[in-house]
């Protein structure tokens, strides 16, 4: 049996035929091809699968497709606009954010989520914004260059 | 002429892709017609098997079945150092999650319900999960004697020393835990296969390792095989050997098939199968005169290999290598052993080896200076070894090495005086409890003794028909940078623009053999015959009369684009020898271990809270003499990175086993720091360029991993102000925290 799931995606209007119980993690890598949201234990620990939801930050693989009916989602290939990168992206590019990449996406969207919430954060708040998602490469310390810098850049752009 | 590239922190080259989601994993290729692929495993330690049925309700009509019985027997084992690990068991069964049946079938969750459906008859036998017990013979599971591998290192004559009246003697015994990689993406490939042909792309570290498990699994000719690394999540080991076996379960799928099989493990597969850090044991019986000069060292390391050689053999040499550390002792002796377990095999972790023998030095050096009433620092002050001394085996050190320096920096940026003093006056009124500690540590760059010699690795460079030069290596990238890296040096050996020059993906049928990307190698001595390479393709421009020095990239770009237009391919390729003056004996395991050591002191301040029993590391200072850096934020990256993981080694990461299979394979029970557990990590370079290193660096990727764990320790043993035998071990958990501070706090109360 499948249901009919309807939700924006980065924008577009998508509509999926997928088995209620289906995760939102495989619909959005199978059935949309946005392969950027990467699965790291499929239990909700590692955060490499995060997406934006309605507003808020959820690890996709807890996420039943029937429960983004109706939703809008913004996914990691949602992120930049066209060819320019977030201020977050470009951060994590100059300095050093990215290593192996697997827990980037999920890295970055929990960032930008944490940036949209908070304009200037502090330390403590960084690593709390950051504390669902799990690095094995960087021990977080470029991360939160990074994401000190995007609020930087943020800030001084209009 | 551009700028220099070395030493700039460069954007590394797949950043983009990486931060927008468009770099490609193996789990995200898909292929037409794929099948999927699952591994059915042993649920016994060890037994023998006896019969398999297939349980109804599972069209088993539609699934690809593959066992042993599709394996020629001869075939059936993974070519790595011997030849014992077989792709699927047969009658024995050796460790708990081995692999007996593949199974393959385009829908996935049938594919699930069939591997629950079938049914092992198996007759269990004794298995053996411990060291001792191993050494003992209880029972005897491998071999004549459970050994997979003995070493007997020797430096002058330690009984004679042991014999002395004026020496006094510490003794002290440690232990670490097994670890797990934890890289963020699970292993996984994809073969194609039929009776002529075999191609994996996969998620690994070593495409040639893959390559010859492929070629010894199918019989093929080696240019039948062909493996090509996709954009990798993390490997730091775990995917040094492991990928040999998946990629040769999903080639067999394939074969029988005739369809493309993809096999992508889940974590808690991923956790429970593959390998992991070895745990080790380390005696230490120490002789020091009453000033405080090592005399002698007598060390038995031992490691539990596994149910299997694997790489073992090569992880217990670097870990005896290491053993006696950066200090200079006339007398050594060395006893290492890795023993056969019913453990799923052990194998290559950030260190390997290295890490679990220098907790061992290091923890016992605080024991050795507290014996002879001199502090930590002073203790290794007195005997670290300098330029002009000899290593534990009889390596000379010819280049400068100045560990007081190292030493005298890292605690002074730690603070580390003023620290000690105040915590020794504020920790007896409360309840936290503070100390700052350190370790000194080394580690050699490159491959072991003459392994450097035996791989005789090859780069290659090409010219590209957009005026660009390509480098064709096998050294993967998995985060670490490998392709910034070999981008830098190329365009810096060749005045050329970052842009000028691109890294091909490694393919075994494109890209020469340049060795495994292990062993803090690939910078080194990888990145040495990149810069050979490079400058061949200037050679051979300059020779076709095409250019001349000085000139701009733009000529270069056009001499290459001009040379392809009217020659031909451009191409030069650099192969290994070793710097002179290295020799190396396997029989005696004497002489030149590495071309060079990486050189370091990492201090660890930690609070210790002796209610909750938690340990929380609050700063952590490494200091690391490493040659010339060559980009900087990725060097401080892989600092940082390995302090993390050691922080998990010392703290968190236990693997809980029962009866031989990790009982904690998941995210939710396997505990690695995150972002609000790490400390403020401060990296530090002391740069001293080695000149047999591109651009005069050395190896970096697994040196951060050695020091964090006793460093960590000793200053939870001076937060506790006086030893206690748990904290001899890592991981140091909450549980064992608590013995040491119930016992220690009551002792105190008892004396007051």
Redesign the interface.
Known sequence: MKSQVRCSVNGAACSFEVPPMARLLDVL?EEAN??????????G??G?CTVIMDGRIVNSCLVPALQADGSTIT???G??KGNV?HAV?AA??????????????GM?IAAVDLLTRVVNPDENQ???G??G????????????DAVREAARLLASTP | MPDALVGKSVPRKEGPDKVTGRARYIDDMRMPDALYGVTVRSPVARGRLRGVSFADGVPWNEIIVVSAADIPAERNHVALLTNDQPFLAATELRHAEEPVLLLAHADRHLLERARNAVRFDIEKLPALFDIDKSLAKDPVIWGEDNIFKEYNLTKGDVDAVFARADIIVVEGEYSTGAQEQLYIENNGVIAVADENSVTVWGSLQCPYYVHKALLGLFGLPADKIRVVQTETGGGFGGKEEYPSLIAGHAALLARKAGKPVKMIYDRAEDMVATTKRHPSRTKHRTAVTKDGTIVAMDIDFVIDGGAYNTLSPVVLSRGTIHAAGPYSIDNVRIRARAVATSHPPHGAFRGFGAPQSIFGLERHMNKVARAVGLTPEALRLKNFIKQGDTTATHQLIKEPVDMPSILRRALAEADYDAKRERFARENPGRSVKRGIGFASFMHGSGFTGSGEKYLASVVGATGTAEGKVRVLAASTEIGQGTNTIFTQIAAQALGLDWDDVEVAQPDTSVVPNSGPTVASRTTMVVGKLVEQAALGIKQILVQAGLLSEPYTPQQFRAAVKKYIATVGSLRSMAQYSPPDGIAWDDQSYRGDAYGTYAWAVYVATVALDTVTYEARVEDFVALQEVGRVIHPVLAAGQIEGGVAQGIGFALYENVVWREGRMANGQFTNYIVPTSVDVPAIRVFFDEVPYPHGPSGAKGIGELPMDGPAPAIVNAIEEALGAPHPALHHVPLMPEQLMDAVDDLLSARRKSA
Do not use: D, W
Not at chain 1, 34 to 43: D, F, V, Y
Not at chain 1, 133 to 144: L, S
């Open positions: 890598r946005l392969t950027g949201t990467k699965e790291g234990c499929g239990e620990e590692c490499a996914t990691i290939e992120i930049a990168l992206q994590f590019i100059s300095h050093g954010g990215a290593q192996c990449g697997m827990c980037t996406p970055v960084i690593r709390e950051l504390a998602n799990i690095c094995r490469c960087t021990g977080y310390t470029k991360i939160f």
